[in-house]
Nanobody
């Protein structure tokens, strides 16, 4: 079993940056790819980004390409989501999740472990 804990959220002005961290328990973290999702206020959860098991492959939805960057340090069981040039529409609760899928998947049902989420609020 894997437990995930996100951190790094907070209140930031538009144009600012935040780095979210997702720390996993367990020794098999490198066996999982990781996805980030977010739930904007009053909206459905949406897929944001994906990083492969090794960190060699990443994928971002169009709305955050060039703005968000994923990286991971398997020795520290941690995935990082660097978010730059934040906009008010980036306001959401951000979740990390693990998947055993070998390739990119954007479907929440393909993710088996989830963190509790961290709130990101971007003021205009």
């Amino acid at each position: 079993q894997v437990q995930l804990v996100e951190s790094g959220g907070g209140l930031v002005q538009a144009g600012g940056s935040l780095r979210l961290s997702c720390v996993a328990s367990g020794r098999t973290f490198s066996s999982y790819a990781v996805g980030w999702f977010r739930r904007p206020p009053g909206k459905e959860r949406e897929f944001v980004a994906f990083i492969s098991r090794s960190g060699g492959s990443t994928y971002y939805v169009d709305s955050v390409k060039g703005q968000f960057t994923l990286s991971r340090d398997n020795a520290k069981n941690t995935v990082y989501l660097q978010m730059n040039i934040l906009k008010p529409e980036d306001t959401a609760v951000y979740y990390c999740a693990t998947t055993s899928a070998g390739t990119l998947t954007t479907r929440p049902t393909q993710y088996n472990y989830w963190g509790q989420g961290t709130q990101v609020t971007v003021s205009s």
